[in-house]
């Protein structure tokens, strides 16, 4: 039996098996509810009223704050001797990397596409909001992180759910927050080998395909996507057994280095189309309020945008605080603020450029989607990239690897945390999550095991839906360590305490063997 027809019988056999779960499940997770002829999924109406609550409780802090936000990045509030692996800067980029993906070049075009250029608008406030959501949980995620004997760290809602709750109310709270912590563990493990692993794989080689000479070109043999699963897995798996330190090292680069390329991009088609750009501003803001030919209207417009922005900076979801803890930093609102910046970086930035682009470029396959055409996302961006620059699929590619890589890597760590917490920190435990991760990302390649991707999605909101429950819960504690923090900045500002004092009013951070 040839390759080819292996990896078709486990697709065929596979689907097949979990066809009918993931149908379920994606009925349940996003179960939508008609609103002026138009369809809400109640889960993204769900993330985005938690931002709104949480911009209301701490009175816009994603506005107020953003300064200071980037004051902390760049270092100017660092503390000598804090625990942790990592500083903001590489916190910060490491869990960008797992938001910053396909998604802002695939999914922004679809988005609009299916809700006009309006979309756009939507899809910034909800970032916006979202800011608020991600300074909760990673501050939360800080505060109730493990400093294990090695010195590494473990946090996310595996951790802050069971401790949080049990300070706040006792014995229930800690058997609720340990019922709770276990699913989560689950729900990002499973994320992390086939959203965030093998999803991640597969699209990037599609991409690779397609700019190579397609199903008859160089890559598009099955020895050529073997090749690539293993030349992903080698790379992904000596970054892994390097840790949150390794990654981070790798994340810090490839960042910015993605992000630079994409942007630049994006801006000289903008440049190139500069006195259009009033026009396709006013045209999205227009559409926002009077969309033409989106389902829903005003509303269609709103929710395609919130919907995009939602599951683009996975703000509420959980899994960004597991990154965010290994932060060196004594004050867990520190790193809180940091994270705010993150989804201004993914959604403000990076998918309203994307955005943007199309809108000004109007590349000919974007008509044709609107119009009701079948066309992928990648194509209909790089095609308005095409109408400036005809060589920029092939920059376009590079972008796409890096996104892919990066997102991998930080899925991979996420996927560590939460298999770790669920069996144990034992070397060989450690050692066979990371083989099960590196096998996935040859798998990527080779199988698209698309029912199981749609699984997963569906299982990575359904811990939204904990996460948030835990946030609204433990905002108080939230509020008390953001006060402590900017005490700390008044009091650091003043001349009273300098870098090398170590903030005595901190609780210890828990450490575990």
Known sequence: MSLDSLTQSIDKAVSGFFEPIAGWLGEVVFYSVPVAGTELPLIVAWLVVAGLVFTGWFGLVQVRKFKLAVDVVRGKYDEKGSAGEVNHFQALTAAVSGTVGLGNIAGVAVAVSIGGPGATFWMILCGLLGMATKFVEVTLGVKYREVHADGTVSGGPMHYLPKGLADRFGAGGKKLGKVLAILASAMVLFFGLFGGNLFQVNQSYAQLVSVTGGEDGLMGSSAGALFFGLLVAALVGIVLLGGIRSIANVTSRLVPA????????????????????????????????????????????????????????????????????????????????????????????????????????????????????????????????????????????????????????????????????????????????????????????????????????????????????????????????????????????????????????????????
């Open 258 to 513: 993605m992000a630079g390329i994409y942007i630049v991009g994006c801006l000289i088609v903008i440049l190139v189309n500069v006195t259009a750009v009033p026009a396709a501003i006013g045209t999205i803001i227009e559409g926002a309020f009077d969309p033409e030919g989106v389902a829903g209207g005003v509303l269609g417009a709103l929710i395609i945008g919130f919907k995009r922005a939602a599951f683009s900076n996975e703000a509420g979801l959980g899994s960004a605080p597991i990154a965010h803890s290994a932060v060196k930093t004594k004050h867990p609102a520190s790193e809180g603020l940091v994270a705010l910046l993150e989804p201004f970086i993914d959604t403000v930035v990076i998918c309203t450029m994307t955005a943007l682009t199309i809108v000004i470029a109007n590349p000919a396959s974007w008509a044709e989607a609107r119009a009701g055409e079948s066309i992928g996302g990648v194509t209909i961006t790089s095609d308005a990239f095409g109408t400036v620059l005809p060589w920029f699929p092939y920059v376009l590619t590079v972008a796409v690897m890096l996104f892919a890589i990066s997102t991998v890597l930080t899925w991979g760590y996420y996927g560590l945390k939460a298999w770790t917490y669920l069996f144990g920190r034992s070397k060989g435990s450690e050692l066979t999550y990371k083989v099960v991760y590196t096998v996935f990302a040859v798998a990527g390649s080779l199988l698209t095991l698309q029912t199981l991707i749609d699984m997963a999605d569906a299982v990575l909101f359904m811990l939204a839906v904990i996460n948030i429950i835990g946030l609204y819960l433990l905002a108080p504690v939230v509020k008390r360590e953001l006060n402590s923090f900017l005490e700390f900045v008044r009091a650091r500002r003043a001349g009273e305490i300098t870098d090398d004092e170590s903030g005595e009013d901190q609780e210890p951070v828990r450490t575990t063997v």
